[in-house]
Nanobody, 120 residues
Framework: VQLQASGGGLVQPGGSLRLSCAAS????????MGWYRQAPGKRRELVTS???????YYAASVKGRFTISRDNAKNTVYLQMNSLKPEDTAVYYC???????????????WGQGTQVTVSS
């Protein structure tokens, strides 16, 4: 099982970006999906998550600006980021609970990270 994140880049303050994270491999089922971020010199933090039923969580710093969604048919989670601020600059990582076809239990997987830079 692998997670491939994409969509990062350089954007001006107030701009938007959409991140995607596609899971591939022998996937039986996917549970909770989420996005973390890590800024230089800081600890990795949870940004947002979404359950299998569509319940969402957002960190206070991004509530109202970021939207998480999932497409179960494509094994993909998205992060729409609007009204971006310089403090949103970080490497963004997707994180998912996945049950491989060959197993009976879920394991936690990380994507490789995608850089988001908000700067004028």
């Amino acid at each position: 099982v692998q997670l491939q994140a994409s969509g990062g880049g350089l954007v001006q303050p107030g701009g938007s970006l959409r991140l995607s994270c596609a899971a591939s491999g022998s996937i039986g089922s996917i549970g909770q999906m989420g996005w973390y971020r890590q800024a230089p010199g800081k600890r990795r933090e949870l940004v947002t998550s979404i359950t299998t039923t569509g319940s969402t969580y957002y960190a206070a710093s991004v509530k109202g600006r970021f939207t998480i969604s999932r497409d179960n048919a494509k094994n993909t989670v998205y992060l729409q980021m609007n009204s971006l601020k310089p403090e949103d600059t970080a490497v963004y990582y997707c994180n998912e609970d996945i049950r491989p076809v060959s197993r009976l239990v879920f394991s936690n997987y990380w994507g490789q990270g995608t850089q988001v830079t908000v700067s004028s």
